[in-house]
Antibody
Framework: QVQLVESGGAVVQPGRSLRLSCAAS????????VHWVRQAPGKGLEWVAT????????NYGDSVKGRFTISRDKSKNTVYLEMNSLREDDTAVYFC??????????????WGQGTLVTVSS | DIRMTQSPSSLSASVGDRVTITCRAS??????LAWFQQKPGRAPKSLIS???SLQSGVPSRFSGSGSGTDFTLTISSLQPEDFATYYC?????????FGGGTKVEIK
């Protein structure tokens, strides 16, 4: 069965960096894009970033562009989110999600359980 | 950016009720529309993709319809496990965007 397991969430000070990981299993990793989506406390869902199946194409939401970097390692079946210059409004649960593929590219068919990032001084 | 507007933002309903949630896109998105269910403290769960295609394992009481700018999610007979928050999401183009959510509460 498809599994996505996030890790790396922590409490960090504003301006610092953090790297999240998403370990994937149960599907052919190299065939699907993977996304990061976040949810601030008590708020809705916000798409953060997408990496294509082969890692060549990356897209970012405006609120993180220039500060966050998404990447993937096919040897480890893992997707990363490198977060720099963190701000208090980056505080959220970060979910990774598998892309639906094909016609449904850009949708999310499986989600991880999430990892909490708290940015606070 | 495509803005997704859900209504209502919350509703109260009883077990067995028929519930309809609407989602409107600020511009046409064909049928590149997904619906998710989220319970408190849990990850979202995919219900529907391509506006009307039920994900594997999702009960048939859930259905989706629409194309272009106007979409609906219908729960034909609300069950106790359906009390949750529902989100629509467009994937016609980047940035991928979500509606603000509809909280379905017990009356």
């Amino acid at each position: 069965q498809v599994q996505l397991v996030e890790s790396g969430g922590a409490v960090v000070q504003p301006g610092r960096s953090l790297r999240l990981s998403c370990a994937a299993s149960g599907f052919i990793f190299g065939r699907y894009a993977v996304h990061w989506v976040r949810q601030a406390p008590g708020k809705g869902l916000e798409w953060v970033a997408t990496v294509s199946y082969d890692g060549r194409n990356k897209n970012y939401g405006d609120s993180v562009k220039g500060r966050f970097t998404i990447s993937r390692d096919k040897s480890k079946n893992t997707v990363y989110l490198e977060m720099n210059s963190l701000r208090e409004d980056d505080t959220a649960v970060y979910f990774c999600a598998k892309d639906g593929g094909g016609y449904n590219f850009g949708s999310f068919d499986y989600w991880g359980q999430g990892t909490l990032v708290t940015v606070s001084s | 950016d495509i803005r997704m507007t859900q209504s209502p933002s919350s509703l109260s309903a009883s077990v067995g009720d028929r519930v309809t949630i609407t989602c409107r896109a600020s511009q046409g998105i064909s049928t590149f529309l997904a619906w998710f269910q989220q319970k408190p403290g849990r990850a979202p769960k995919s219900l529907i993709s391509a506006a009307s295609s039920l994900q594997s394992g999702v009960p048939s009481r859930f259905s989706g319809s629409g194309s272009g700018t106007d979409f609906t999610l219908t729960i034909s007979s609300l069950q106790p496990e359906d009390f949750a928050t529902y989100y629509c999401q467009q994937y016609n183009n980047y940035p991928l965007t979500f509606g603000g959510g509809t909280k379905v509460e017990i009356k």
